[in-house]
C-alpha cells in the first residue's frame, strides 16, 4: 500500500513537506494517513518548522525502511534511540529531529493511531550553549559595508535599506522580507517600522535615523510608497528594475555574500549577522540586555545573551597576558 492506493491529494501531501507518504504510515491505513498529514498542517503554522520537521521525520521513516521496520507497532523506545545514536547530525540538529519524532507519535497517540509514544523515554543529547556561533561584525565593518552600497542604482538603494532596517532593529531576515509598504509609517513625528516575527508576534520599533533615511531614499527612488499593501524589498527583474514579487530570504543571502566580499568581510557573513552585529553595538555603547531583548522580540534574555559578544575584546587581552 502507497500514498497512490490511499485517497490523500497531492497538494496536501505538498503542503505537509512530502512527494509520498512514508511506507510505513501507508501501511496502517487511511486513518494513520490522514492523521500524519494533519500534524504537519494543522499543528504546525511555521513554515520553516513544518519543512525542517517534515525532513526530519522523512530521514527517520528512511532509517526504519532500511532497518527492516515495516510496521508503526515495531516502532519502540530502543529502535528509536538506536537511531539518536548513530545520527550523524550535531547535537542541536539530532534534538530537533528527536523533538519532531515525539511530538508526532503524541499526535499518533491522541488520534488513536498507536497506543503509546515510543519517543517519550528516548532523551536527547546534552547541548548547553552559552554563546552563539552567529558571525559577527565590528561596528566600524557593518559601517563599512553600508557605505560601500552604491547609492545611484535602485537595486543598491533596497539593498543599503533592508540591512539598515536588520541592523537597526535586530529583525530577522523572514520578517525583513515580509514587510509590506505600510510597514514602515509614521507615528507622531517619529517613523517606525513594523516587523511580523515569527510565532505571529507583531512587533513595532522606532526607525533609527539611518534607517529612516535609508528607507526614505529607497522609497523615493522606487516610487512604491503609495502602494501600502504591495511588498516593500522587491525583487529585481533582468534589467535591474522592481519587480511586484518580494525577496526571498535566498535572495537576501546572496545579496549579503555578494556584498561582504565587495567590501572584504568575512564570507561567514550571513543573514543572522546583523541581528547579532546590532544587538552587540546596542550593548556595547551602554544598552541594556533587557532593552536589547524587547527590542530583538526575544522571550528570554538568556536567547538575547547568546548575541552579546561584548566580552570577545576583553577575553583575547586576556589570553594576550600569558607571555611564554
Excluded at 144 to 164: F, K, P
Excluded at 289 to 298: F, L, V, Y
Excluded at 299 to 309: A, M, N, W
Amino acid at each position: 500500500m502507497n500514498s497512490d492506493i490511499l485517497p490523500i491529494p497531492s497538494r496536501n501531501l505538498q503542503r505537509a513537506g512530502f512527494s509520498e507518504l512514508p511506507a510505513l504510515i501507508a501501511r496502517a491505513g487511511e486513518q494513520a494517513a490522514w492523521r500524519f498529514i494533519e500534524f504537519f498542517t494543522a499543528t504546525i503554522r511555521n513554515k520553516n518548522t513544518r519543512a525542517a520537521y517534515a525532513e526530519a521525520v522523512h530521514q527517520f521513516f528512511c532509517w526504519c525502511a532500511k532497518h527492516g521496520i515495516q510496521e508503526l507497532h515495531q516502532i519502540r523506545p530502543v529502535v528509536i534511540a538506536s537511531y539518536i545514536e548513530q545520527h550523524p547530525g550535531a547535537a542541536p540538529t539530532i534534538k530537533q529531529h528527536l523533538a519532531a519524532i515525539r511530538m508526532l507519535f503524541d499526535w499518533l497517540v491522541t488520534g488513536q493511531i498507536v497506543p503509546v509514544n515510543p519517543a517519550s523515554s528516548v532523551r536527547g543529547p546534552k547541548h548547553v550553549v552559552k554563546r552563539g556561533k552567529t558571525p559577527v561584525l565590528k561596528a566600524d565593518q557593518a559601517r563599512a559595508l553600508l557605505d560601500s552600497i552604491e547609492t545611484n542604482t535602485i537595486v543598491g538603494l533596497r539593498d543599503r535599506a533592508l540591512l539598515g532596517v536588520m541592523c537597526y532593529t535586530f529583525a530577522r531576515v523572514s520578517a525583513t522580507v515580509g514587510m509590506r509598504v505600510e510597514d514602515y509609517y509614521q507615528n507622531g513625528k517619529r517613523w517606525w517600522i513594523r516587523l511580523h516575527e515569527k510565532g505571529g508576534k507583531r512587533h513595532e520599533v522606532p526607525a533609527h535615523h539611518n534607517a529612516e533615511a535609508y528607507m526614505d531614499a529607497y522609497l523615493a527612488a522606487a516610487g512604491i510608497a503609495a502602494d501600502k499593501k504591495s511588498p516593500l524589498f522587491r525583487s529585481v527583474d533582468k534589467h535591474r528594475q522592481l519587480t511586484e514579487n518580494p525577496m526571498t530570504r535566498t535572495d537576501v543571502l546572496r545579496m549579503i555574500k555578494r556584498r561582504a566580499l565587495a567590501a572584504g568581510l568575512p564570507y561567514s557573513t550571513c543573514c543572522h549577522t546583523f541581528r547579532a552585529t546590532g544587538i552587540t553595538a546596542f550593548l556595547e555603547n551602554g544598552g541594556t540586555i533587557e532593552n536589547a531583548q524587547a527590542i530583538a522580540a526575544h522571550e528570554s534574555p538568556r536567547t538575547t545573551k547568546l548575541y552579546d559578544r561584548t566580552g570577545d575584546e576583553i577575553t583575547l587581552d586576556e589570553v594576550e597576558r600569558i607571555v611564554i
